[in-house]
């Protein structure tokens, strides 16, 4: 009974991650390559492609939470003596730093005097490692001040994802490089060209926190057609709610507020959505009893995929990539063969990857 309950999570968990890495892989590399005059809304599959492209963070974001939080909870220790709390901030220090590397304005290490302030300006923007590795802390932080206050974890996790979206609004009119210097500013808003400061993204991966404490004391949980119609219930009716809510300010607000990654009316769609696809995902994993090996390689091998997609298309201080030579020059044929071959690379790197792995263990037994 254990073996199979935990099968089932495991499928559910890793059909989330392996969606979300492949939407992000696919994502970047549209967005890197197609050219500009076939990038129009007029075009159905481009305003799916763009519409899906705007949830593929939140959705990224929230699974991260849902992960991380869940197997932190598996273990039924105090927070100090829990070993998801060493292994979680070791996580959250590689992740900033590499979302840091990744922007390294010069190959030379050290020798920062031919970086111009453009390149300053990229190192300092805060993009989605920075983000996820915060999250994974606050996910952590407040997991310790539910313990202390003897508060369930959905109170907490909840009070917290909510205080990022709602204060999100007021924050980023604020100049925060006027209190503080660039790199700490740039995670409180987009002025700085942080692309994922904290408010509210980082309201995401605490919301995920919530599902991933509720899977852990809930072993059975996906075998019920009722927990994905309470998600798809849920999901729904915020989407509901933030329709209404647009069509009722619409005339107060011009058109780049409505449709703005921190306005309240977007976030809360967004969430709605991550809420619907979730609950599709767990419907479909109770008919699954097992995935290609695949599936569960590339959902536990999302943060080597990122870096290394990331590298091929954009560069970094020690290689050139393809953005420089081929850079929104493609047409649709083109790059959408491209994002195929990416996605095709990244599944070979994780396969051998793992056969390496396994090798060496043989070797070593």
Known sequence: ???????????????????????????????????????????????????????????????????????????????????????????????????????????????????????????????????????????MICAYIAEKLKLSDTIIFTFFSLFFFIATPFLIKINWLEYFPQPIAGYFYEGTGSLFPLFPWAGYVVLGGVLGSYLARNPLVFKTNKFSFNLALFGFALIFVSEISVLITGKYFNYYYITSSYTPDTIVFRVGFVLVLTSLVSFISQKIESIPRIIILVGRNTLLIYVVHLMILYGSAWNPGLSLLFGSSLNVIETIFCALVMVTLMGLMVILLSKFKFRNKQLVT
Not at 1 to 20: G, Q
Not at 106 to 117: A, E, G, K, L, W
Request: charged share 20%; with cysteine.
């Open 1 to 139: 009974m254990v073996r199979s309950e935990k099968k089932h999570r495991i499928i559910f968990i890793d059909l989330m991650r392996a969606f979300a890495v492949i939407q992000m892989v696919q994502g970047h590399t549209v967005d890197a390559l197609l050219a500009p005059e076939f990038r129009s809304d007029q075009f159905p599959v481009y305003f799916l492609w763009n519409f899906m492209r705007g949830m593929t963070a939140p959705i990224f974001m929230f699974t991260a939470g849902t992960v991380f939080t869940y197997l932190f909870r598996l273990v039924d220790e105090p927070f100090f003596n829990n070993p998801r709390v060493k292994k979680g901030f070791y996580r959250f220090l590689l992740l900033v730093c590499i979302g840091y590397l990744l922007r390294y304005p010069t190959f030379t290490i050290f020798d920062f005097s031919d970086v111009t302030q453009d390149r300053l300006n990229i190192f300092f923007a805060v993009d989605v490692l920075q983000l996820i590795g915060f999250g994974l802390l606050f996910v």
